[in-house]
C-alpha cells in the first residue's frame, strides 16, 4: 500500500462534505496521527468549504464513485478510505472492491444487511491484498456491536445476544406541505418492510421486521421492543461460538412505534411505494416527545447477552455512558473516525473483511469518550461503559 514511509497517514473520506462524513473529517483534520484529510464528494464546493473550515490538513477532492479511474487513482496513494457514501448496496462493495485492488485499508459507516454480506464475502480477497476492512463502525451497527462484545465477554457461554437502539419522532416545519422525507427515513422504512437477515438456531434465517418482542435490562426491568434489519446479527455470533439467537432492536415511544407499523403496512399492501411512505412518515402527527407516549425504560443504546457464568444463567447488559452528543451524524461520523485513529496507531490490523468486533471495545470506548459531552465542571467521568450482570432466576 503507498505512503507507509510517512510519519502521519493519508486518509480519504467519501462524501466527506456530507452530514455523517464531515463529523469524521473533523476528528481526523485535528489528530497527530493523521497528515492529511482528502475531502473527496461530487459536491466540489462543499468539500472545498468544508477543507477551509479544517485547516491546512484537510484537502477538497471532486471525485465521483462511479468513475473507476478517479476512485483508483484517488485510492493509490492514501493508506485509509472511509467510506461514508450512501446507499451502501451500490457504494459499498463498490469502494471496498477498489480498495482491495489498490491495497488500502477501508471502513464504513454501512447498516445495511445486504451489502453487509456482500463485503464479508470479499474477506479473502482482502487477506490476499494484506489490507484490513471494518464494515459497520458508527452508532449502530459500531457502537452496539462492540458493546454486545463486552456483554458476552462476561459470559463463559453465550445463548442469546441483542443490541437495540432508541428510535426518534421527526421535526416538522409549520407548513407540513413542505416537509420532505429523508434518505435516512427512506432507509428505515426500507429496512422496517423487506425480509431481513438474523441469527436463529444458530444460523442465519431469513426474518420479518417490526415483530414485537420483550426484553429486559439488568436493573430496568421488561420493555416492548421490534426487530430490525441491522447487521449485527451478522457479525456478533462470528465473535464467540454458541450463539443460537442475535437480533437487532428498536425500542420506541408507543404511538411512534405504532405510525411506524402503521406506514409499514401501507408498504406491504402496495398502497405506498418507500418514498411515498417515508413522506407520510414524517407528516405523522404525536410521534414527537411527549405526545408519542411514555419513554422507553431502556437506554438508548444498548446490548444485551444471556448465557452462563460460575455455572449459572445469567444477563448482562452493556451502555455507554459518555457519547457524543445524541444527533444522528455524530454518533455516526465520530466512532468512525475514532475506529480510524486506532488503526492508525496499529490497533486495528487484522487483513481481512470485518465487522467492528474485530476493535479492542476498551480502547474504543475510552478514546470516544475524548469526543463526548461530559459534566459541566468538564470532568471525564471514570467509568465510560456501564456493563451490569445480573443472575437469571426464572
Request: glycine share 8%.
Amino acid at each position: 500500500m503507498a505512503a507507509e514511509h510517512r510519519t502521519g497517514k493519508r486518509v480519504l473520506v467519501t462524501g466527506g462534505a456530507g452530514e455523517m462524513g464531515a463529523h469524521a473529517c473533523r476528528v481526523l483534520a485535528g489528530a497527530e496521527e493523521i497528515a492529511e484529510v482528502l475531502i473527496a464528494d461530487r459536491n466540489e464546493q462543499a468539500a472545498k468549504a468544508l477543507a477551509d473550515e479544517l485547516g491546512p490538513r484537510a484537502k477538497p477532492l471532486a471525485l465521483d464513485i462511479y468513475d473507476a479511474d478517479g476512485l483508483a487513482g484517488a485510492l493509490a496513494d492514501v493508506d485509509f478510505v472511509l467510506n461514508t457514501a450512501g446507499p451502501f448496496y451500490q457504494f459499498g462493495p463498490l469502494v471496498l472492491r477498489a480498495a482491495i485492488a489498490t491495497r488500502t485499508h477501508y471502513l464504513d459507516i454501512c447498516d445495511d444487511f445486504e451489502p453487509t454480506l456482500e463485503m464479508l464475502d470479499l474477506d479473502a480477497d482482502a487477506r490476499e491484498a494484506g489490507i484490513t476492512a471494518v464494515v459497520g463502525v458508527g452508532a449502530s451497527p459500531g457502537i452496539s456491536n462492540l458493546l454486545g462484545v463486552l456483554a458476552m465477554d462476561e459470559c463463559e457461554a453465550v445463548e442469546t445476544i441483542y443490541t437495540s437502539w432508541r428510535a426518534s419522532g421527526f421535526q416538522r416545519a409549520e407548513v407540513d406541505t413542505d416537509v420532505r422525507s429523508s434518505a435516512a427515513v427512506e432507509h428505515w422504512i426500507h429496512n422496517c418492510t423487506a425480509t431481513i437477515k438474523a441469527w436463529r438456531d444458530g444460523g442465519l434465517a431469513d426474518a420479518q421486521p417490526l415483530e414485537e418482542r420483550t426484553i429486559s435490562y439488568p436493573g430496568r426491568g421488561e420493555s416492548p421492543v421490534w426487530v430490525c434489519g441491522h447487521p449485527e446479527p451478522l457479525t456478533l455470533p462470528r465473535y464467540r461460538d454458541g450463539v443460537r439467537e442475535s437480533l437487532n432492536l428498536m425500542s420506541s415511544r408507543p404511538r411512534l412505534m405504532e405510525a411506524v407499523i402503521r406506514t409499514a403496512d401501507r408498504v406491504r399492501s402496495g398502497e405506498l411505494d418507500v418514498a411515498e411512505a417515508s413522506q407520510a412518515l414524517v407528516l405523522e402527527p404525536n410521534t414527537i416527545g411527549s405526545a408519542a407516549g411514555p419513554a422507553p425504560s431502556l437506554p438508548v443504546l444498548f446490548a444485551v447477552a444471556e448465557g452462563t457464568r460460575n455455572g449459572k444463567r445469567v444477563r448482562v447488559g452493556a451502555r455507554p455512558l459518555v457519547v457524543p452528543d445524541d444527533s444522528m451524524a455524530t454518533m455516526t461520523g465520530i466512532p468512525l473516525a475514532v475506529a480510524t485513529l486506532m488503526a492508525a496507531r496499529g490497533r486495528v490490523d487484522r487483513p481481512g473483511v470485518h465487522g467492528p468486533e474485530v476493535i479492542d471495545a476498551r480502547t474504543f470506548f475510552d478514546d470516544l469518550a475524548r469526543y463526548a459531552r461530559h459534566s459541566s465542571d468538564g470532568e471525564r467521568p471514570a467509568e465510560v461503559v456501564e456493563v451490569v450482570v445480573e443472575e437469571i432466576t426464572t
